[in-house]
Every structure is written in C-alpha cells, then in structure tokens.
C-alpha cells in the first residue's frame, strides 16, 4: 500500500485478514494520511486513529513511515518487486489564492495549518506553521467546505481573538453541513457569505492587515475591507498526476486523476488504485469502500481468494 489514509489502511485490513502479506509505506512518519493530519482531534481522536493502526500491526501488517516513493524509492521498483500495489495516494494539491502578496507568511494553505496542528497532537518535530502566534489574533479562513469549518474551529480553540469564514457561496449553498455551520457560529465563528476577496493588504514592513472584499452577487458595489492578521486558505484540494506512474503507463483523466476500473484496476498490470487520488477530493466513507473493494480484487488476482 502507497499511501496510510483511510483507503490504503482499509485495503491492507482486507488482505491481511485473507492471510497475505502487507506492507504500507507513507512518506508522513505517523500512519493515518487524512485521518492524522488532516481531520482534527475534535472530530476524530488521535487515540482511534493509533488504536486501528495497532490493530492493523499485530495483525501482521508491517508500517514503513517516512518513505516517500518516487523519491525514496520507485514506484516500478515496487510493481516488480510485490504482488501487487494500490495507490492510495490521495488529493494533495492545495487550490490556491492568486493574488499579489499569497505568498506573505501569514497566509498558509488549509493542509499545512491542520498538518502543524496535527504534528503538535502527535508530539513531532514540525514547525511548518507557528500554530501558537494565533492567539488573540484575528484569522480569516477562505472557503465553505467541511476543511475550512475545521480550520476556523481548530483557530478558535488555539485562542484567536475573531475568526471569519469568507465564502464566495451563499450560506444556503455552502457545501459544509447545516449542523457543522450552526455548530461553528454557536462557538464564536463569524459567516461572511457570498464574498470573494479581491487583494490582500500588505503593509509596508511586510505585515498581512487585512482583506478587501467583493459582493459576489454584485461585484459592482465597493469593496469592504475585513481586519486579518492570519489568512487560512481552504479552497479545497487537486490531484496531481505523477510522472513515473504515468510513463509506466497508468492512465489520468483531465483532472489529474488515476483512472480505474470498477474494481480499483489501473491500466498498469500490478496496481490498483482508490480513494481520493481516483475520486478527488471526497468522503472518507468512499476512501474506506474504495480500499476494500480493491483489497479484494487484488486478493482475487493473486489467487488467496476465489
């Protein structure tokens, strides 16, 4: 398994259990992709996450973390090597903000903020993004999915004096849960819908101060401007398509994603593939069945199960 997210581990829990021999490798050095790093402790316990791959390792799987591939080690060294590889590599490609001045340090990608949170939980020697200077700080989180609700809520209880939610959609066409959205304003974070930010406010030292804001529904009236010392960027996540993979012949579709049949089967004999590097960024519910059904067609093409 390449890749130790949800659809990498629910595929090694599928085979291990048929009898065969599993090895996972992630380049993160905690096992758990999404659910690690990216979900925050709130929502999903770090204590579930250790407890399922503890199970997975005295079952007999055999975790390699801190092995990146492609770098560390080829992905057709693998295919000639193993039996049979799945690639649950995921959607890791951050949309970003394309204005003058994204590049400041106080603007940082949902993926880095929730990772720097995530690496303090797991006590590792990451200092990717100063969570701590968020306190009695003013943060404005860009975007409406369930990402950007876990960045403003994860904001708020690092101490930040205000968190705004800038949405381009209107509240009622958000993607994130009604509950979530309730649940975020009942605990301090502030909506501003239907709103896209049309620059940045930089000071002459360097220093982020705030945003200036359009009415999406009518670009045409003045623009606001909303007070930030911290911006989280939450636009949502791409896949990337890998260039080895590629020239070994897996095939990927306009959105950068590997294209599999129904049973996770890419178009390189050996690999199979699933989750969010197949489907975009999406549930983890999808990422889990993805897994397991190419946990079992995998197990089918080896001859372990008939």
């Avoid at 000639?80 to 959607?91: H, K």
């Amino acid at each position: 398994m390449v890749g130790s997210g949800p659809a990498g581990l629910a595929c090694a829990d599928v085979l291990v259990r048929l009898g065969v021999e599993v090895h996972v490798v992630d380049r993160a050095p905690v096992a758990g992709g999404l659910l690690s790093f990216g979900i925050p402790a709130f929502k999903l316990s770090r204590d579930v996450v250790r407890h399922r791959v503890k199970l997975l390792e005295d079952a007999g799987v055999r975790f390699a973390p801190g092995l990146s591939v492609g770098k560390d080690i080829a992905w057709r060294d693998l295919v000639n090597e193993f039996d049979a590889v799945f690639a649950g590599t995921g959607a890791a490609r951050p949309v970003t903000l394309d204005l003058p001045g994204a590049e400041n340090p106080s603007v940082v990608s949902a993926d880095v903020f929730l990772r720097a949170v995530a690496a303090k939980d797991w006590k590792l020697d990451e200092a990717s993004f100063p969570i701590d200077a968020l306190r009695g700080r003013s943060v404005s989180v860009l975007g409406g999915g369930d990402t950007a609700l876990d960045c403003a809520r994860t904001a708020l209880s690092l101490g930040a004096a205000s968190v705004t939610l800038v949405a381009r959609r209107a509240k009622d066409a958000l993607r994130a849960r009604p509950s979530d959205l309730a649940l975020a304003e009942r605990e301090g974070v502030r909506l501003l819908c239907a709103r896209t930010v049309s620059a940045l406010s930089i000071s002459s030292e360097g220093t982020l101060e705030g945003l200036a804001l359009q009415n999406a529904a009518n670009p045409g009236e003045p623009t606001e401007t909303l007070p930030a010392d911290v911006v989280i960027v939450a636009y949502g996540f791409r896949c990337a398509p890998d260039e080895e993979l590629r020239k070994l012949g897996v095939a990927y579709d306009v959105a950068g994603r590997i294209v599999t049949d129904a049973e996770g089967r890419t178009a390189l004999a050996k690999l199979w593939a699933g989750g969010d590097a197949v489907r975009g960024a999406a549930l983890v519910s999808w990422a889990l069945a993805d897994g397991q059904r190419a946990g079992f067609s995998i197990a089918a093409a080896i001859g372990v199960l008939r």
